[in-house]
């Protein structure tokens, strides 16, 4: 498969108002391409497309508000981006959002809502979008999972069951389009400094200083700058890797979960246990 051709193309990026999202989209616009940005806060939104648009004049960046965990409002947005954006050439599936707590700690509405963005958005919008695609030899697709993808912690039953649905989908979408000459890839992300830690939801069963302790510690992870983990995407997509880990934190556990498949977590629990 050819290299993925940024210049002239145009991109949807979802979870494009911040993070990953936002970093990635001025990496794109840089390499020449046309741009259309999804997120929930039209604010950070719109600043970010005007940013854009005041440092590339030539391209042009569209933007969708909407809130991919309305299952209803996702179906309305994607059928726009397939009547507005026919040549639609890459898709960055990024949005996502965290749900700290024990299984038995969170409502199942809250799963819900991390289910709707975190995988049922992912293949809603790469489901209606895939016959533009297919128009668009040498397309590509970017879904972003997780650490949590590779290796599942307690405390993120939910997190963890989108973004390992989100890697079993990418890989076998990646088989089934292979002929079409359309590249996938999914992205395992470390500790990339990002601002999930501060958006993401808390079970109601979880108490106040757990649910402190566990986002201090979470938070200390998050060292990465976006926009690495955005050069290090496009890098991925022009050169078709069907796979992407960013960061030792993403690293390490994949060795560790090939070493150590069934008993990785009680290593993991040992080190991360608290000196006494």
Known sequence: MRPYAF???????TGAAGGIGEALAEELAGRGSHL???????DR?????????AAHPDLRVATHVVDLADDEATARVAAA??????ETTLLVNNAGVALGGRFDQVGLDDVEWLLAVNLRAVVRLTHTLLPVLKTHPGAHVVNVSSVFGIFAPAGQVAYATSKFA??????ALRHELADDGIGVTVVHPGGIRTRIAESARTGAGVPVEEYEKGREQFSKLLRIPPEVAAAQIAAAVERRRPRLLIGWTAKVPDVLVRLLPGSYWRLIARRAAPAR
């Open 7 to 13: 210049a002239g193309g145009t991109a949807v990026v």
């Open 36 to 42: 259309v940005l999804l997120d929930r806060d039209a």
């Open 45 to 53: 939104l719109a600043a970010v497309a005007d940013r854009i648009r």
């Open 81 to 86: 981006l397939v009547a507005e954006h026919p």
């Open 166 to 171: 989100v890697r079993g989908f990418s890989e």
